[in-house]
């Protein structure tokens, strides 16, 4: 066996039809970080000429110290011993004589899946043997963290879209798919966009995530080049919604006229219709100001307005969200809650079996600050998964130490 570097093509060719996969580990990606100030290395190992594992490697440019971050782990077999203590040994020779420090990586090895709507949790049998063979390797772990403090998130949320798309639609909580259907009934729509609206995308996150509108860009081209981007948003009608304002408060003012005529006419009951008539003011001064803002937003923004949008990428027969946001001003119209169930629609549609919603904290905390994160992904019906967390295996450990005694060792992707 040897290990070397591979074009893009073979470590394509490689990734093609090797069963593990992340969108993290593929040439658009590598592209993608070049432009971010990362070198990239495509590293396979080789039997008779076949390659049988292989990772990306990012090495951030300018430093002394130089770090090889394989972003979601090798592509390996992580259950065949013998195999990654070879891939082992040889990637810390190569990496070591290109002046790597030492090489970080958060492997897709699955500790736990939770079905949160069951209460049900499943323990990956072959985790303990994998964790015990990487430590007896020289890996360091990390820690088990419970929010996001590793370089990828460790626990993520997944829908499984392997099933009829009503069925997908039933099993979501029914307070959710209530709010999906109010929020089409009001005017919000989905509309597919392009790599000119991606600016929706970087207002909606500039305030959240360090990338910025050319990362997008750049995202969009590389992986757009065999259309594995997809951009979604959704503007609110403001037309529909003025249209929907005026029905609802028609609907309350024909039960205020009600109550009063019941007040008038049925004397024996008339204390409770007053009663009732004290509930229907309050209701009908709410409809009153919701047609007023209404009717203002429509004043404003004719044309509508942006409310949430959604970089996707597909992978395989797996769809992930990249990067997603909305207008926290708007968020009450629970514009992202359609955005996302259509997502599902229209890829279980086409024959997709996962999407990820991405990162979410610690799904077993009775104390959570991340709690309405989790509760927004996991009510869709997503079931979690526990990963590993973050490794580091040290390549060259005189110049690592040599770091340590200057300044800590720095989380590289963090930027």
């Not at 799904?363 to 590993?388: D, I, P, R, S, W």
Request: contains cysteine.
């Amino acid at each position: 066996m040897k290990i070397s570097e591979l074009t893009n093509d073979e470590f394509q060719m490689f990734i093609d039809t090797y069963p593990l996969s992340s969108i993290y580990q593929t040439v658009e990606y590598a592209l993608l970080m070049n432009t971010e100030g990362f070198d990239s290395i495509l590293l396979g190992l080789k039997e008779k000429e076949k390659v049988i594992a292989a990772s990306v490697f990012l090495i951030e440019k300018g430093t002394k110290y130089k770090i090889a971050y394989a972003p979601r782990g090798f592509l390996i077999d992580y259950t065949n011993p013998s195999l990654l203590k070879i891939f082992t040994k040889l990637t810390k020779q190569y990496l070591n004589n290109r002046g790597i420090m030492s090489i970080r990586l958060n492997p897709l090895c699955i500790k736990n899946t939770y079905d949160m709507k069951k209460g049900e949790f499943f323990k990956n049998e072959a985790y303990d043997s994998i964790f015990k063979n990487l430590k007896k390797l020289r890996y360091k772990h990390l820690g088990y963290n419970a929010y996001f403090e590793a370089m990828k998130p460790r626990f993520v949320a997944m829908i499984d879209l392997n099933k009829p798309y009503y069925e997908i639609f039933k099993n979501i909580k029914k307070e959710y798919r209530t709010k999906i259907r109010t929020a089409a009934k009001i005017g919000i729509k989905v509309h597919m966009g392009t790599e000119r609206e991606l600016d929706y995308l970087y207002m909606h996150t500039q305030n959240k995530y360090p990338r910025d509108l050319v990362y997008f860009k750049n995202a969009y081209k590389y992986f757009n080049r065999k259309n594995k981007a997809a951009f979604f948003y959704t503007k609110l009608d403001t037309v529909a919604y003025l249209k929907y304002m005026q029905e609802e408060y028609q609907k309350a003012n024909t039960n205020y006229l009600l109550i009063l005529n019941k007040i008038n006419t049925d004397k024996e009951h008339r204390e409770k219709w007053i009663g009732e008539k004290i509930k229907q003011d309050k209701i009908l001064e709410t409809k009153k100001q919701d047609l007023i803002e209404a009717t203002e937003l429509l004043q404003n923004n004719p044309n509508g307005i942006i409310t949430s949008s959604v970089f996707v990428i597909k992978n395989k027969k797996e769809v992930t969200l990249f990067m997603d946001g909305y207008n926290p001003k708007y968020k009450s119209l629970n514009a992202k809650h359609l955005l996302i169930w259509k997502l599902c629609e229209k890829y279980a549609n086409e024959g997709y079996k996962t999407l990820h919603l991405g990162g979410i904290a610690q799904v077993t905390l009775k104390e959570n600050k991340y709690a309405g994160l989790n509760q927004f992904k996991l009510n869709f019906n997503a079931y979690a998964v526990e990963y590993m967390g973050d490794l580091e295996l040290v390549v060259n450990h005189p110049l690592y130490l040599l770091k340590k005694t200057i300044s800590p060792i720095p989380d590289i992707l963090k930027k």
